[in-house]
């Protein structure tokens, strides 16, 4: 239950406003004929269990309509009847702590032995949560990955828009190796 919670959050604080997010991986198979490619579908998530929550799945639909609407703007038709291109949408959230290098000032006013020695070091001064969004675009026939890209960014406190993911979705598709 604790890792659909967070799985929710990356969700719902994907690409947050707050908060530049970055392509951390864009992989495209070189060999694949794009033109080849004429249809699309999403794969059936529906059977993880335990079943995720209402806005984990209300924003994971918003992903899918914007991809959707990029792979449609490129030529490509959706469809449930044998696709060409499958596309898989996953997401992580990690727990991360925010640190900072101590400086000179820091140090204890020392007075006595010689064998004092200090020395710099990383201190912890807060947590927070970073997401990440998987795309994976297999082919369907093959079932070979032909493009993989990530996106990170550190989750806002307040939910995001759905203008805000189809803006995202939209600059991660400015990378797609595909038609445009």
């Known amino acids: 239950m604790k890792e659909l919670v967070g799985v929710s959050l990356v969700v719902i604080g994907f690409l947050g406003s707050c908060s530049p997010y970055r392509i951390t991986r ?7 004929t794009w033109s080849a490619y004429q249809t699309f579908a999403f794969v059936d998530t529906n059977r993880i269990e335990p079943s995720p929550g209402a806005s984990y799945q209300a924003t994971v639909e918003q992903i899918k309509k914007a991809v959707a ?7 490509y038709q959706q469809t449930s009847d044998n696709p060409d291109l499958l596309v898989n949408i996953g997401a992580v959230v990690n727990e991360k702590t925010q640190t900072r290098q101590t ?11 010689r064998r004092y020695r200090w ?20 082919d369907a026939q093959r079932n070979a990955l032909i493009w993989d890209v990530a996106v990170s ?10 203008a805000q993911i189809d803006d995202a979705v939209h600059k991660v598709f400015a990378r ?3 038609r445009r």
Request: proline fraction near 5%; hydrophobic fraction near 30%.
């Open 26 to 32: 864009n992989q495209a198979d070189k060999a694949a």
């Open 69 to 75: 609407t990029e792979l449609t703007n490129r030529g």
């Open 103 to 113: 400086t000179i000032y820091e140090a204890p006013i020392y007075t006595g032995q």
């Open 119 to 138: 020395q710099s070091q990383e201190v912890p001064v807060g947590t927070y949560q970073e997401g990440t969004v998987n795309l994976h675009i297999v």
């Open 153 to 162: 960014s550190v989750l806002a406190k307040k939910g995001v828009t759905s």
């Open 176 to 178: 797609f190796p595909g």
